[in-house]
């Protein structure tokens, strides 16, 4: 007769290995799909990983989820767990543009689709199936022209960048820069990286306003909310008035940045919607009904300033 010691070891052997797969609300097996995420740098990466996870857990998804801590040696491990966990799909967003070829074409090796989310990777375009976010290049010149307009065409900027080799930080730079050769009364005297984060955006915009550069601007270019409000805490420190010494536009339109607005601080946010998780899923459907999928899916982004902030303000959940 086994001991009770024994018999409870036996009963835990196989009720651990005996749970099975996780069932989808349909009784089905439910679909495994590894996510690799940047980190969560801003308040817009924590929007967006909730949107994730929130959607995954609504549609029954097994979701292996995995934070880079916006290292990109960390997202590539991450890959190659979900190749060697037999994931039905994978999805990321990748913290850099540049070297992602091997491991995609391991995961390609391997029979697994990839999904990229809001960044795209600089690789061949059928190493994925589709990229789902917006238009950076696009924000970028939204930002610029309405610039443009409120300076009457004339501005000295400063420009607080996102991560370097990023696709945000290169694009928006690259569609706002594309705007200001319309104008020559406009130019950018300043230009270092915030990193996207809060805290960075108010230490460098602190240095900049110390340096005989950072007296003569009277325009301030971010490339995400999180920066520019920490640059508002830098201006105010400084005895400046944000919005008004300092004209503030940025990206994202992240609650905060509204609130921002309605007191005066920032002048203009260009949204960049984080709620991805939907068509991350759909996407993810589609591919195992083995449905067809456009390369490209640009996500639809609003633009706020003074004019109609405090009406969205109460509708923004990020």
């Given at each position: 007769?086994?001991?009770?010691?024994?018999?409870?070891?036996?009963?835990?052997?196989?009720?651990?290995?005996?749970?099975?797969?996780?069932?989808?609300?349909?009784?089905?097996?439910a679909?495994?799909?590894?996510?690799?995420?940047i980190g969560?740098?801003?308040?817009?990466?924590?929007?967006?990983?909730?949107?994730?996870?929130?959607?995954?857990?609504?549609?029954?998804?097994?979701?292996?989820?995995?934070?880079?801590q916006?290292?990109?040696?960390?997202?590539?491990?991450?890959?190659?767990?979900?190749?060697?966990?037999?994931?039905?799909?994978?999805?990321?967003?990748?913290?850099?543009?540049?070297?992602?070829?091997?491991?995609?074409?391991?995961?390609?090796d391997?029979?697994?689709?990839?999904?990229?989310?809001?960044?795209?990777?600089?690789?061949?375009?059928?190493?994925?199936?589709?990229?789902?976010?917006?238009?950076?290049?696009?924000?970028?010149?939204?930002?610029?022209?309405?610039?443009?307009?409120?300076?009457?065409?004339?501005?000295?900027?400063?420009?607080?960048?996102?991560?370097?080799?990023?696709?945000?930080?290169?694009d928006?730079?690259?569609?706002?820069?594309?705007?200001?050769?319309?104008?020559p009364?406009?130019?950018?005297?300043?230009?270092?990286?915030?990193?996207?984060?809060?805290?960075?955006?108010k230490?460098?915009?602190e240095?900049?306003?110390?340096?005989?550069?950072g007296?003569?601007?009277?325009?301030?270019?971010?490339?995400?909310?999180?920066?520019?409000?920490g640059?508002?805490?830098?201006?105010?420190?400084?005895?400046?008035?944000?919005?008004?010494?300092?004209i503030?536009?940025?990206i994202d339109?992240?609650?905060?940045?509204?609130?921002?607005?309605?007191e005066?601080?920032?002048?203009?946010?260009?949204?960049?919607?984080?709620?991805?998780?939907p068509?991350?899923?759909?996407?993810?459907?589609?591919?195992?009904?083995?449905?067809?999928?456009?390369?490209?899916?640009?996500?639809?982004?609003?633009?706020?300033?003074?004019a109609?902030?405090?009406?969205?303000?109460?509708?923004?959940?990020?």
């Amino acid at each position: 007769m086994k001991s009770p010691l024994v018999f409870c070891l036996i009963s835990a052997i196989v009720i651990g290995c005996g749970g099975g797969s996780p069932k989808s609300p349909g009784g089905k097996k439910a679909i495994v799909v590894g996510f690799s995420q940047i980190g969560a740098e801003s308040a817009w990466r924590t929007a967006n990983t909730q949107s994730i996870q929130s959607e995954a857990q609504k549609r029954g998804i097994d979701l292996k989820f995995s934070d880079a801590q916006q290292k990109q040696e960390n997202q590539i491990k991450a890959i190659r767990s979900f190749i060697a966990q037999g994931v039905d799909v994978i999805a990321f967003s990748p913290v850099v543009e540049a070297g992602w070829d091997v491991v995609l074409k391991e995961a390609k090796d391997a029979g697994i689709p990839v999904i990229v989310s809001d960044r795209r990777p600089n690789v061949p375009d059928d190493m994925y199936v589709c990229f789902i976010g917006s238009d950076f290049v696009e924000e970028g010149r939204r930002a610029a022209k309405w610039l443009a307009e409120h300076t009457g065409g004339k501005a000295v900027i400063a420009e607080l960048t996102g991560t370097p080799n990023s696709a945000p930080a290169n694009d928006r730079k690259k569609g706002f820069e594309e705007v200001l050769t319309q104008y020559p009364g406009m130019s950018i005297v300043y230009s270092q990286t915030g990193d996207f984060t809060r805290a960075k955006g108010k230490e460098v915009m602190e240095a900049l306003l110390k340096s005989p550069v950072g007296k003569r601007i009277n325009a301030l270019f971010a490339h995400n909310d999180d920066m520019a409000l920490g640059a508002i805490q830098a201006i105010e420190a400084a005895g400046l008035k944000p919005g008004k010494d300092i004209i503030i536009v940025s990206i994202d339109g992240i609650k905060d940045a509204l609130v921002a607005i309605t007191e005066g601080k920032l002048n203009c946010s260009v949204e960049c919607n984080p709620l991805l998780g939907p068509k991350v899923f759909d996407a993810v459907q589609a591919v195992m009904d083995k449905k067809p999928l456009p390369k490209r899916i640009v996500v639809e982004d609003s633009m706020f300033d003074a004019a109609n902030a405090a009406k969205e303000l109460p509708n923004r959940k990020y």
